[in-house]
T-cell receptor, first 115, second 112 residues
Protein backbone atom coordinates (compact mmCIF):
# COMPACT_ATOMS: atom_id res chain seq x y z
CA UNK A 1 0.00 0.00 0.00
CA UNK A 2 1.24 3.48 -0.87
CA UNK A 3 -0.77 5.07 1.97
CA UNK A 4 -1.36 8.78 1.28
CA UNK A 5 0.30 10.33 -1.76
CA UNK A 6 0.39 13.96 -2.89
CA UNK A 7 1.06 15.54 -6.27
CA UNK A 8 3.08 17.63 -6.97
CA UNK A 9 5.88 17.66 -4.37
CA UNK A 10 7.05 21.18 -5.23
CA UNK A 11 5.55 24.06 -7.15
CA UNK A 12 6.33 27.72 -7.77
CA UNK A 13 3.44 29.94 -8.85
CA UNK A 14 3.16 33.56 -9.78
CA UNK A 15 0.57 35.72 -8.02
CA UNK A 16 -2.81 35.25 -9.65
CA UNK A 17 -2.11 31.83 -11.14
CA UNK A 18 -4.24 28.84 -10.29
CA UNK A 19 -3.38 25.26 -9.47
CA UNK A 20 -4.77 22.05 -8.05
CA UNK A 21 -3.09 19.83 -5.49
CA UNK A 22 -4.04 16.18 -5.62
CA UNK A 23 -4.22 13.84 -2.65
CA UNK A 24 -4.86 10.12 -3.03
CA UNK A 25 -5.19 7.39 -0.40
CA UNK A 26 -5.47 3.64 -0.85
CA UNK A 27 -6.58 2.75 2.69
CA UNK A 28 -10.33 3.10 1.99
CA UNK A 29 -10.55 5.88 4.58
CA UNK A 30 -13.78 7.85 4.85
CA UNK A 31 -12.26 11.07 6.16
CA UNK A 32 -9.73 13.28 4.39
CA UNK A 33 -8.16 16.60 5.35
CA UNK A 34 -6.04 19.40 3.93
CA UNK A 35 -3.69 21.31 6.23
CA UNK A 36 -1.15 24.04 5.77
CA UNK A 37 1.93 24.35 7.94
CA UNK A 38 3.77 27.62 8.40
CA UNK A 39 6.72 28.40 10.72
CA UNK A 40 5.49 29.16 14.22
CA UNK A 41 1.86 28.41 13.31
CA UNK A 42 1.67 24.65 13.46
CA UNK A 43 -0.76 22.66 11.33
CA UNK A 44 -3.94 24.50 10.42
CA UNK A 45 -6.96 22.78 8.88
CA UNK A 46 -8.06 24.26 5.55
CA UNK A 47 -10.92 21.98 4.47
CA UNK A 48 -11.99 18.46 5.24
CA UNK A 49 -14.33 15.76 3.96
CA UNK A 50 -16.24 13.07 5.87
CA UNK A 51 -17.16 11.12 2.75
CA UNK A 52 -17.36 11.05 -1.02
CA UNK A 53 -19.25 14.07 -2.33
CA UNK A 54 -19.04 16.03 0.95
CA UNK A 55 -16.70 18.82 2.01
CA UNK A 56 -16.58 21.31 4.89
CA UNK A 57 -14.56 24.35 5.91
CA UNK A 58 -11.79 24.15 8.44
CA UNK A 59 -9.96 26.87 10.31
CA UNK A 60 -8.42 28.74 7.33
CA UNK A 61 -10.58 28.05 4.21
CA UNK A 62 -10.39 31.45 2.49
CA UNK A 63 -8.73 31.37 -0.93
CA UNK A 64 -9.09 27.59 -1.30
CA UNK A 65 -11.68 25.23 -2.73
CA UNK A 66 -11.88 21.45 -2.51
CA UNK A 67 -13.64 18.54 -4.14
CA UNK A 68 -14.10 14.88 -3.22
CA UNK A 69 -15.62 13.26 -6.28
CA UNK A 70 -14.09 9.86 -5.49
CA UNK A 71 -13.57 8.37 -2.06
CA UNK A 72 -9.85 7.92 -2.59
CA UNK A 73 -9.11 11.43 -3.90
CA UNK A 74 -9.28 14.87 -2.31
CA UNK A 75 -8.37 17.89 -4.44
CA UNK A 76 -7.32 21.30 -3.15
CA UNK A 77 -7.62 24.23 -5.53
CA UNK A 78 -6.14 27.70 -5.45
CA UNK A 79 -8.06 29.87 -7.90
CA UNK A 80 -5.86 32.97 -7.68
CA UNK A 81 -2.67 32.35 -5.75
CA UNK A 82 -1.35 34.98 -3.34
CA UNK A 83 2.07 35.21 -1.63
CA UNK A 84 0.30 34.55 1.70
CA UNK A 85 -0.44 31.05 0.42
CA UNK A 86 3.25 30.17 0.33
CA UNK A 87 3.35 27.20 2.65
CA UNK A 88 3.74 23.46 3.01
CA UNK A 89 0.47 21.66 2.35
CA UNK A 90 -0.27 18.28 3.91
CA UNK A 91 -3.10 15.94 3.13
CA UNK A 92 -4.25 13.37 5.69
CA UNK A 93 -6.85 10.64 5.99
CA UNK A 94 -8.52 8.70 8.79
CA UNK A 95 -11.47 6.42 9.47
CA UNK A 96 -14.50 6.76 11.75
CA UNK A 97 -14.60 5.01 15.10
CA UNK A 98 -17.34 4.93 17.71
CA UNK A 99 -15.01 5.69 20.63
CA UNK A 100 -13.65 8.94 19.19
CA UNK A 101 -11.43 10.14 16.37
CA UNK A 102 -8.60 7.90 15.23
CA UNK A 103 -5.10 8.85 14.22
CA UNK A 104 -4.59 10.59 10.89
CA UNK A 105 -2.18 9.37 8.22
CA UNK A 106 -0.29 12.07 6.35
CA UNK A 107 1.02 12.44 2.84
CA UNK A 108 4.59 13.68 2.20
CA UNK A 109 3.51 17.28 1.60
CA UNK A 110 3.58 19.82 -1.22
CA UNK A 111 5.92 22.79 -0.92
CA UNK A 112 4.29 25.75 -2.64
CA UNK A 113 5.93 29.11 -3.24
CA UNK A 114 3.93 32.02 -4.62
CA UNK A 115 6.01 34.91 -5.95
CA UNK B 1 -5.96 30.47 24.84
CA UNK B 2 -4.77 27.93 22.28
CA UNK B 3 -6.69 24.68 22.22
CA UNK B 4 -3.50 22.63 22.51
CA UNK B 5 -0.46 24.28 24.08
CA UNK B 6 3.10 23.04 24.14
CA UNK B 7 6.42 24.51 25.16
CA UNK B 8 8.19 24.98 21.80
CA UNK B 9 11.65 24.42 23.35
CA UNK B 10 14.15 23.63 22.02
CA UNK B 11 15.08 20.99 24.55
CA UNK B 12 18.79 20.25 24.22
CA UNK B 13 19.78 17.04 25.99
CA UNK B 14 22.80 14.69 25.91
CA UNK B 15 22.52 11.15 24.61
CA UNK B 16 21.18 8.81 27.26
CA UNK B 17 19.21 11.50 29.09
CA UNK B 18 15.56 11.26 30.06
CA UNK B 19 13.37 14.07 28.81
CA UNK B 20 9.69 14.85 29.38
CA UNK B 21 7.28 17.00 27.42
CA UNK B 22 3.94 18.23 28.68
CA UNK B 23 1.04 19.70 26.82
CA UNK B 24 -2.34 21.07 27.90
CA UNK B 25 -5.64 20.97 26.06
CA UNK B 26 -8.63 23.24 26.58
CA UNK B 27 -11.63 21.13 25.48
CA UNK B 28 -12.73 18.86 28.32
CA UNK B 29 -14.90 16.88 25.85
CA UNK B 30 -11.89 15.71 23.81
CA UNK B 31 -11.80 11.93 23.58
CA UNK B 32 -8.68 11.05 21.60
CA UNK B 33 -5.09 12.06 22.19
CA UNK B 34 -1.89 11.36 20.30
CA UNK B 35 1.78 12.21 20.06
CA UNK B 36 3.19 12.65 16.57
CA UNK B 37 6.79 13.02 15.53
CA UNK B 38 7.81 15.35 12.71
CA UNK B 39 11.28 15.42 11.20
CA UNK B 40 12.49 18.54 9.42
CA UNK B 41 10.53 19.18 6.22
CA UNK B 42 8.74 15.82 6.47
CA UNK B 43 5.19 14.80 7.23
CA UNK B 44 4.01 14.16 10.81
CA UNK B 45 4.02 10.48 11.77
CA UNK B 46 2.14 8.85 14.62
CA UNK B 47 4.39 8.10 17.58
CA UNK B 48 1.82 6.95 20.11
CA UNK B 49 -1.85 7.04 20.93
CA UNK B 50 -2.49 8.18 24.51
CA UNK B 51 -4.83 6.13 26.65
CA UNK B 52 -6.38 7.04 30.00
CA UNK B 53 -4.38 4.35 31.75
CA UNK B 54 -1.12 5.51 30.21
CA UNK B 55 0.84 3.50 27.70
CA UNK B 56 4.41 2.55 27.04
CA UNK B 57 6.26 1.63 23.85
CA UNK B 58 9.89 0.82 24.44
CA UNK B 59 11.65 3.98 25.61
CA UNK B 60 8.52 6.10 25.20
CA UNK B 61 5.77 6.54 27.81
CA UNK B 62 2.64 8.65 27.33
CA UNK B 63 0.21 9.64 30.05
CA UNK B 64 -3.11 11.45 30.16
CA UNK B 65 -4.46 13.44 33.10
CA UNK B 66 -8.08 14.30 32.34
CA UNK B 67 -8.65 16.17 35.62
CA UNK B 68 -5.87 18.63 34.85
CA UNK B 69 -6.27 18.35 31.07
CA UNK B 70 -2.68 17.62 30.24
CA UNK B 71 -0.79 14.98 28.30
CA UNK B 72 2.82 14.00 28.80
CA UNK B 73 5.49 12.18 26.82
CA UNK B 74 8.56 10.72 28.50
CA UNK B 75 11.57 9.61 26.47
CA UNK B 76 14.16 7.51 28.27
CA UNK B 77 17.74 6.84 27.15
CA UNK B 78 17.58 9.49 24.40
CA UNK B 79 19.19 8.66 21.07
CA UNK B 80 20.56 11.03 18.44
CA UNK B 81 17.79 9.75 16.17
CA UNK B 82 15.17 11.07 18.61
CA UNK B 83 15.99 14.63 17.49
CA UNK B 84 12.75 15.91 15.96
CA UNK B 85 9.69 17.98 16.70
CA UNK B 86 7.01 16.29 18.82
CA UNK B 87 3.41 17.31 18.22
CA UNK B 88 0.77 16.97 20.90
CA UNK B 89 -2.67 16.25 19.41
CA UNK B 90 -6.21 16.10 20.75
CA UNK B 91 -9.55 15.50 19.10
CA UNK B 92 -12.07 18.31 18.75
CA UNK B 93 -14.59 17.30 21.36
CA UNK B 94 -16.41 14.05 20.69
CA UNK B 95 -17.73 14.83 17.21
CA UNK B 96 -17.79 12.39 14.33
CA UNK B 97 -15.72 14.38 11.86
CA UNK B 98 -12.42 12.87 12.93
CA UNK B 99 -10.94 16.36 13.28
CA UNK B 100 -7.82 16.75 15.37
CA UNK B 101 -6.11 19.81 16.84
CA UNK B 102 -2.32 19.88 16.62
CA UNK B 103 -0.07 21.74 19.01
CA UNK B 104 2.75 23.79 17.55
CA UNK B 105 5.28 21.19 18.58
CA UNK B 106 8.23 20.82 20.95
CA UNK B 107 11.68 20.60 19.39
CA UNK B 108 14.13 18.08 20.81
CA UNK B 109 17.84 18.12 20.00
CA UNK B 110 19.85 15.19 21.33
CA UNK B 111 23.58 15.91 21.41
CA UNK B 112 26.44 13.37 21.41
Amino acid sequence: NAGVTQTPKFRVLKTGQSMTLLCAQDMNHEYMYWYRQDPGMGLRLIHYSVGEGTTAKGEVPDGYNVSRLKKQNFLLGLESAAPSQTSVYFCASSYPRAGGPTEQYFGPGTRLTVT
Amino acid sequence: RKEVEQDPGPFNVPEGATVAFNCTYSNSASQSFFWYRQDCRKEPKLLMSVYSSGNEDGRFTAQLNRASQYISLLIRDSKLSDSATYLCVSSIGSGNTGKLIFGQGTTLQVKP
